[in-house]
C-alpha cells in the first residue's frame, strides 16, 4: 500500500519576490496620486455628491475622515498616508504592514473625490494581498522564501490561504478583462475602429500636448485609428485566456497587456491605474508561487532561461 499523501503537500509557497513586487507596484501607485496632487485637489466639493471626504455611512470609517473640515489636517494625513507608502513599498515586514496598506487604500478609494480607477484596482489587490501576507514571516518581501524542510503545518495553512488570495487576485484580473472586453463590444465605436479618435480628441483623456507629433499622425491615419482601437480589445481578450496559454504565448500577452497601460499612463496620466493594473497582470501570467530574477549584465554568470518553478510545501513522501 502506498502512503497517503497531504492535501496540500504540493501547494507552491506564495511567499516570493513576485508577490512582492505586486505589493510594491501598487503602494507606489497609491503614493504618487496622493504626493501629486494638493489636499485642495483630493478632496474638493462635487456637484450633486457633496464635499469630500465624504463621511457617512461605510466610508466614515476612512482615515480622512479624522478631520474633514481642515485642508491643513488633510495635508498632514495626506502625508503620513505617503510615508507608510514608501515604508510599504520598500517591502519591510509585510506581515505588519499589510493592514495598514488595505486601509490607506480604503481611506483613499472612499475619501478621495479625483479618480482614475486605480484607487479601485489598489484596494481590491491590497486587500486580497492581505491573504498572502498572513504568513509572510520575511523581513522584506524581496528575500528568497525560507526552505521547504523549515516548513511546519502552521506553513503549510498559511501558503493554503496566501496561494488562496493570489488565485482569487488572477479571477480578479480575468472579470476586469472581461467585463473590458465585453462592455466595448456593443458600440459602434469600437465595430468600426474609430473609438480612439475619440478618446484622442477628450479634452480631459486626451494625449498631452508634449506628445502630438506622435499621436497627431496616428489620429489622423484611418487605419491607425483602427489599429489602436481593436488592438486594446485584443490585448484584452488575451489576458482573459491567459492563465490558459502555454507560456512562450502567455509570456507576449503580459508584455502587451504592461505594454497597452504604459501608453495609456503616458496619453492620459492615469499612472496610478497603471501601476495597479501591471501588478495585476504580473500575479496573473507569472507562475503561482515563481521567482523574479534579475538579469546581470556585465557579470560571468548567465541568468535563468525562464521563471523559476514553484517549489513544494514538502518532500515527496516515499511510497511503500
Known sequence: MGGTLPVNQHIPRPWTNLYGLARTLVALGTGATLAASSAETLFRPVATIGDYPLCRSTTAASLFCLSPDSYTHLTWMKWICVAALVVIASGWRPRFTALPHAYINYSVFSGISIVDGGDQIALILSVLLLLPALGDTRRWHWQPPRHPEA????????????????????????????????????????????????????LDFGPAPWLDSLTTPILASPLGVALMTWIPVAIEGSLVIAALLPWPIRRWAMYAGITFHLCIALMMGLW????????????LCLPLGSVIYARNIGKDVDPPERISEPEPLAPPIPQR
Open 272 to 283: 496610478s491605474f497603471a501601476l495597479a493594473m501591471t501588478a495585476g497582470i504580473l500575479l
Open 151 to 202: 516548513d511546519t503545518p502552521t506553513t503549510r495553512a498559511f501558503a493554503l490561504i496566501g496561494i488562496s488570495g493570489l488565485v482569487m487576485v488572477r479571477l480578479q484580473m480575468v472579470v476586469i478583462y472581461l467585463q473590458a472586453a465585453i462592455a466595448k463590444l456593443p458600440h459602434a465605436e469600437w465595430q468600426d475602429g474609430t473609438a480612439l479618435w475619440y478618446w484622442g480628441s477628450h
